[in-house]
């Protein structure tokens, strides 16, 4: 057996801190809960992650890839995080934003922890796949509805409700999309 390490992730830093929550005029209580939520899913990564994998020395799979369910289960739920963050960004009102400054740090911390989460994924091959405009592919999206849209082709993914992702070669998550409906004879 031979014995290797992974890639060190470390919690994301951000220039805003729970207790600023706090001190808004506006109570979001779910926000706090939630990053809360995120600092202790990251302690649970980091944590999995930091520990030795044993390997066969006749394997010739990357050490750890796909086989280990806990590892695969982390990144399915860091993936989820990155989900939540980008529909709160895409939910946030720019003109409460601009009225509370404070809010608009968060925000802004949000992204940047987004970002650094994202960065983290691709170190371990964890990778979205674009999929907007692309072909449906049945073993890498699950159709969610079917629209007609004269703008695209037939069978052609028009809006990613979920992001697919893999890891290395192998497809990790399947993407919920809307799809155009499949051409007359196909």
């Known amino acids: 057996m031979t014995e290797s390490t992974r890639p060190e992730l470390s919690l994301p830093d951000s220039a805003f801190s729970l207790d600023d929550l706090e001190q808004t005029p506006v109570k979001l209580p779910f926000l706090k809960e ?10 649970k ?10 390997q066969s020395k006749h394997s010739s799979q990357a050490p750890g890839r796909h086989e280990n369910k806990p590892t695969r289960q982390l990144l399915l739920e860091m993936i989820s995080i990155l989900d939540g963050m980008e529909r709160l960004v895409g939910l946030a009102e720019k003109e409460v934003l601009q009225q509370n400054p404070v809010l608009q740090n968060w925000l802004t911390s949000i992204r940047g922890l987004q970002r650094r989460m994202s960065k983290s994924l691709a170190k371990l091959d964890v990778n979205p796949v674009a999929s907007l405009g692309r072909r449906f592919d049945v073993h890498l999206h699950e159709a969610i509805e ?15 409700k979920e992001k697919p992702y893999r890891w290395g070669d192998k497809v990790l998550r399947v993407g919920k999309v809307i799809v155009t409906p499949k051409g007359p004879g196909s």
């Open 45 to 54: 990564i980091r944590d999995e992650l930091s520990q030795p994998v044993r």
């Open 146 to 160: 079917v629209r007609k849209d004269p703008a695209f082709p037939p069978a052609t993914v028009i809006e990613v």
């Open 34 to 43: 939630r990053c809360q939520w995120t600092e202790d899913l990251w302690e």
